[in-house]
Each structure stands twice: as structure tokens, then as C-alpha cells.
């Protein structure tokens, strides 16, 4: 099966930022979207951005005009670039990809934005 893998999770002043990566075992190309979710504690976990298989993007309102959701179909990789961080942003950020009735999920990855 598929396997995704995130990273570039850390630690950033608000103002700051960072660019997750999203690294799948295989192509990218055939999924219907990916996206990226986050989950902060006590929260349930939410969509943040998500990009199709044709490269249409969405994305919820808290992030919009911060977060640019990109993918490299060549590398197998979809980012999320992230800027003018909050500390609301602090969450585990997932990666996951669809097809159809299938969902891939990675393992998570940690942001922690705090001054």
C-alpha cells in the first residue's frame, strides 16, 4: 500500500514560517487529492489544505492566504508551505491522499509556533 511520510515540523516563532513535505512511496499522480490536515490537542482534526489531482487547491478559511498547498508529481511529494505563522497553527500535521474510498494518512508531523 501507500505510504506517506511527512517532515519539516518543528519549532518557529509566530511570523514565521515553515514548509512540510510529503513524501509517498509511489506516484501521486493517480490519487483524486491530497491534502494536509492538522490536529491540536482537544481539537478534532480539520482540513487545512487540499490540491486535486489536477492541481485545483482549497483551503480553510484560517489559513487562507498564508498556506500554499503544492505538489511535485515527479518527486512524489505534495508541500505545504506555511507562512506568517500563529500559535494557533500548533498542531500534529497530517498528510493524507485519496482514491475514491481509500484514504492514505502519514504519520504526522509536529508545529509548534510560540514565541
Known amino acids: 500500500q501507500v505510504q506517506l511520510v511527512e517532515s519539516g515540523g518543528g519549532l518557529v516563532q509566530p511570523g514565521g514560517s515553515l514548509r512540510l513535505s510529503c513524501a509517498a512511496s509511489?506516484?501521486?499522480?493517480?490519487?483524486?487529492?491530497m491534502g494536509w490536515y492538522r490536529q491540536a490537542p482537544g481539537k478534532e482534526r480539520e482540513l487545512v489544505a487540499g490540491?486535486?489531482?489536477?492541481?485545483?487547491?482549497n483551503y480553510a478559511d484560517s489559513v487562507k492566504g498564508r498556506f500554499t498547498i503544492s505538489k511535485d508529481n515527479a518527486k512524489n511529494t505534495v508541500y505545504l508551505q506555511m507562512n506568517s505563522l500563529k500559535p494557533e497553527d500548533s498542531a500534529v500535521y497530517y498528510c493524507?491522499?485519496?482514491?475514491?474510498?481509500?484514504?492514505?494518512w502519514g504519520q504526522g508531523t509536529q508545529v509548534t509556533v510560540s514565541s
Open positions: 493524507n491522499a485519496n482514491f475514491f474510498s481509500k484514504n492514505y
Open positions: 490540491i486535486t489531482r489536477g492541481g485545483s487547491t
Open positions: 509511489g506516484s501521486i499522480f493517480g490519487f483524486n487529492a
